[in-house]
């Protein structure tokens, strides 16, 4: 006997045993048909009324959990169901057992129709019925095990690391737990392993891998999961320079991306972007390349303009860059556009229109015919096509092209969804200016080494400092990150004692690496790919939700198990814990 419908078409004449949910039932009086469903597929059983088991068949309904036994015949050619693989076949029930029922469900597991987000997570267990949901499952199934054959394959050995770890900047917020045995202090959860991989380096591991679950308290997106969520996590010894892991994991991205997925690279070769580059050219340090739209930067040839917008900007040590779209535009599109400028920093947003060859607008009466004749040739533009401009600082030019390009490419479709174009962004700054404390911090996390190593931290400008710091970009989604890292004390002090530390903190924060560091330390570098993130972009989803089987919802709460919750007074008074009311 054959269990579950998997190659049950080439077994016509045979007994067969199946399990599974009754889909649909169907009474045709002295027929009842029931559509069975595994997770295989589906299969038609027929029960005719002189069999003892169809008063069993008549209780039947939607999602009864049930098993039957049956011969398996050819359909006659006018039933046939050519749109299910088993359409050919039927199973004439010779016995059947209910095995569990159902109540009516409260979301349908069997429909096109749209329902609502909280109620599919709510009924999770119900949602996951549904065969996409399944199918996703699967595909994931398959793609950690393409993972795990590569980085084998590639002498990576995998070890895990603790889930109860301490506090570390990784940029994030720390998911703190409290400990019963030693009252008032605290775990974290790990943002990433990143420190037990580098002591796993001293440790003598000369590539280490795992499929790592990490935890950040970031509020949720639709490509960001709120809590958890899971990195391909690695580290190789004895490395340098951070070209040798990129080119050690670029094959394994490409695999999945042509294999595994199926779909079409943007580029032969994938290209390295330094971080002020990517910036300057897209507005951004995780550009979508499967579309041009650069930005231009007109800055010099406007200096001298009649607009005062512009060189007020100028003046003020800001830059004038502009973006041609292959589009025009009704009024109510450039003000819904101006407000996504708006939203993210702009005062205002300039444009024009080329028509007959020319840069026409309100504002054109201020320009040249040399200037606007320069404006059409540094942007490159064409007949028909809009311009729009940002003067302001270059960091707010940047952020406001960048997101109105990444806009354009979905608006007018030219985000090839067969398509994925990786790139390496790398040279990122060491350090950044945090406008918010007003003073200087890290550009990433202080485990980069710093390119130049201490020589290069005694440098007067700081802001110039670049860490051997990489990113890989996929259809405009960061998906990985990395860094050559810092395996020397002298360089770890003084990263810190640039923001005002001094070495009694980093030995607070960073002791036992610090330690292990003084212990012939070989260098290391590598990365964390985004698991989630990536599968998401492979199956062309555009929400990280439907990738996993048990997110939270766009809150960061779980609907289903109704978490995070209270919990009673007797466990805060083991935690030596106490609500205090607001």
């Not at 003000?335 to 504002?363: H, V």
């Amino acid at each position: 006997m054959r269990i579950l419908t998997d190659d049950l078409t080439s077994r016509v004449g045979e007994d067969v045993l199946v399990k599974g949910w009754a889909q649909t039932r169907r009474d045709h009086g002295g027929l009842i048909f029931i559509d069975l469903r595994d997770h295989k597929g589906i299969v038609q059983l027929t029960i005719d009324s002189s069999k003892e088991c169809f008063s069993i068949a008549e209780e039947l309904r939607d999602e009864f959990v049930i098993e039957a036994t049956g011969l398996i015949k050819e359909r006659a050619d006018d039933l046939k169901n050519a749109n299910i693989p088993t359409g050919d076949i039927e199973i004439m029930v010779e016995s059947l057992r209910i095995l569990n029922k159902s109540e009516p469900l409260p979301i349908l597991v069997h429909t096109n129709q749209h329902i609502s987000e909280d109620n599919r997570l709510k009924y999770r267990y119900l949602d996951l019925r549904r065969p996409k949901m399944l199918s996703m499952l699967q595909r994931r199934a398959e793609y950690y095990t393409v993972l795990r054959n590569y980085m084998q394959l590639n002498e990576f050995v995998e070890v895990t690391t603790p889930i109860l770890a301490n506090s570390s900047p990784e940029g994030a917020r720390d998911f703190l737990v409290p400990s019963r045995v030693h009252p008032g202090k605290f775990y974290a959860l790990p943002q990433a392993p990143q420190q037990f991989k580098q002591l796993l380096m001293v440790g003598g591991i000369p590539r280490y891998y795992q499929i790592a679950t990490c935890f950040r308290d970031e509020d949720p997106r639709a490509d960001r999961l709120y809590g958890d969520f899971y990195q391909l996590d690695l580290e190789m010894s004895f490395v340098e320079d951070g070209e040798v892991v990129r080119t050690t994991m670029e094959p394994l991205i490409t695999q999945l991306v042509t294999d595994f997925a199926g779909k079409k690279l943007q580029f032969d070769t994938v290209p390295r972007i330094p971080y002020q580059e990517a910036m300057d050219t897209y507005g951004t340090d995780k550009p979508d390349l499967r579309f041009e739209m650069k930005l231009a930067d007109l800055t010099d040839t406007l200096n001298h303009c009649g607009f005062g917008v512009f060189t007020n900007a100028i003046t003020n040590g800001g830059v004038v860059k502009a973006i041609s779209v292959s589009s025009q535009f009704s009024r109510s599109q450039i003000d819904t556009i101006t407000e996504l400028a708006k939203k993210n920093g702009a005062g205002g947003l300039p444009y024009m229109t080329i028509e007959n060859g020319k840069a026409t607008s309100s504002i054109a009466k201020f320009f040249s015919e040399e200037d606007l004749a320069a404006i059409v040739s540094q942007t490159g533009a064409q007949e028909g096509d809009t311009i729009f401009f940002g003067a302001d600082t270059r960091n707010i030019v940047n952020k406001v092209l960048g997101e109105l390009r990444n806009h354009f490419g979905t608006l007018l479709k030219l985000k090839d969804p067969n398509v994925v174009a990786l790139a390496w962004i790398i040279d990122f700054p060491f350090y950044e200016f945090d406008e918010k404390t007003n003073k200087l911090d890290f550009g990433h996390n202080p485990f980069s080494m710093p390119k130049g190593g201490l020589e290069a931290l005694e440098s007067e400008d700081k802001l110039g400092i670049v860490a051997d710091q990489y990113d890989m970009v996929m259809n405009g989604y960061e998906i990985c990150s990395g860094a050559v890292r810092n395996h020397n004390p002298d360089v770890m002090y003084r990263v810190f004692s640039v923001l005002g530390y001094d070495e009694s903190y980093v030995e607070a924060k960073f002791g036992a690496m610090l330690n292990a560091f003084k212990f012939g330390a070989p260098p290391h570098a590598g990365c964390a790919f985004g698991l989630d993130r990536i599968f998401m972009v492979l199956m062309n989803e555009d929400n990280i939700r439907e990738v996993v089987a048990f997110p939270k919802n766009g809150s960061g709460v779980d609907v289903m198990m109704n978490s995070p919750s209270t919990v009673d007074n007797q466990q805060l008074a083991d935690l030596s814990l106490d609500i205090v009311e607001d």
